[in-house]
């Protein structure tokens, strides 16, 4: 059979005049729904969304942009040295972009730079990056540097896990004190009595509220529990300093809790290098539950903190144009693996 010309023809992308149309209205209302704008009824936006089904619609994003105010781009911005918490703010706000037809940036910046180098890297990302807004990872989070810049730039802005001034923006968070409380109770149910601590980068807010959580839990439980710290950051191998630290002295702990789990699997290659077996003779509980929770043996006990959930919930916020300073806090869940159990005797 032969094809005529117009059987193997390209067929017209459907336009927006197309899907209003179709459904009966106005190009105006089409361009509500598609832009979830509020105060548009459930009749009008079911019609235009079985336009936009039936014709196979989609929004070109950069007439969009063209069209309005909106770039219809958000960045995150990250200063974080932890490859499993990037991912998972990457693969939330991801989620919340393609949900609304927008376009995601990944910016980095370093808050360890001297003020000048910092408000040069701020400007050339507002320069070249024309978005609607931004998510602020921590450190960043807490630097009131880039919070002055973003606020002096007129740029909408979400902060994950602040610790500074929470109610200054919009910001989603979690109850890290209780989580890090929570732990505290499991090792003492255990009856560990020497406990360690590897603390996060001084930098992070969420690093401070873990170790307050966790160590005026203990306090109140029981004063004479002795809880030594050292100092690990976020990393892998600061972990297995830190862990070496802790576990060379001469009482050392008999659980240890490090307030990721990248430093957490630090700890447990620690132990195997001094000998010591996990859980028997020494527990250990990171935080986040990310890969590495599951990649260890024994697995770690960990707090599943929702992170790709709190990036999607900021992207979103950002997206819809929310205004004040609303403060979202989720949901955490202590995950018992085989790295806790009792104190040895």
């Known amino acids: 059979m032969t094809q005529t010309k117009s059987d193997t023809a390209p067929r017209p992308h459907a336009t927006m005049a197309d899907v209003a149309k179709a459904a009966g209205v106005a190009i105006k209302s089409v361009s509500r729904v598609i832009n979830k704008e509020p105060h548009v009824s459930a009749q009008l936006r079911e019609r235009v969304e079985a336009a936009i089904a039936a014709l196979k619609y989609v929004p070109d994003t950069a007439a969009r942009s063209l069209a309005g105010a909106r770039s219809f781009t958000i960045s995150v911005l990250f200063d974080n040295p932890s490859p499993n918490y990037t ?118 807010g969420a690093a401070h509220t873990r170790r307050k959580g966790f160590v005026e839990r203990l306090h109140q439980i029981d004063p004479s529990v002795v809880i030594t710290e050292a100092l690990g ?76 959930a709190m990036a999607e919930t900021a992207a979103l916020m950002i997206i819809e144009r929310e205004d004040g300073a609303r403060q979202v806090e989720l949901d955490f869940d202590l995950i018992q693996r085989d790295s806790v159990g009792p104190a040895p005797t």
């Open 87 to 204: 991912m998972k703010v990457l693969a939330g706000a991801y989620r919340a972009c393609v949900a609304r037809q927008y376009h995601l940036r990944i910016d980095s910046i370093d808050t360890s730079a001297d003020t000048p180098a910092l408000q040069s890297a701020l400007e050339a990302i507002f320069r070249n990056a024309r978005c609607d807004g931004f998510v602020l990872t921590p450190p960043i989070s807490d630097d009131p540097r880039v919070l002055d810049a973003l606020e002096a730039y007129g740029a909408r802005y979400a902060r994950l896990a602040p610790f500074i001034d929470a109610k200054r923006s919009l910001a989603v968070t979690i109850d890290d004190a209780g989580a890090a409380a929570r732990i505290a109770d499991l090792f003492y149910q255990h009856g560990h009595r020497r406990i360690g601590l590897v603390n996060g980068p001084q930098q992070h």
């Open 233 to 308: 950051g976020f990393a892998f191998e600061t972990g297995i300093h830190a862990g070496r630290e802790l576990l060379d002295a001469a009482d050392r702990p008999t659980a240890i809790f490090a307030t990721n789990d990248d430093s957490a699997a630090g700890v447990m290659v620690a132990c195997s290098q001094l000998g010591l077996s996990v859980p028997r003779d020494v527990s250990i509980c990171g935080f986040d539950d990310s890969w590495v929770a599951r990649t260890t043996w024994p697995y770690l006990t960990t707090v599943f903190q929702p992170i790709d």
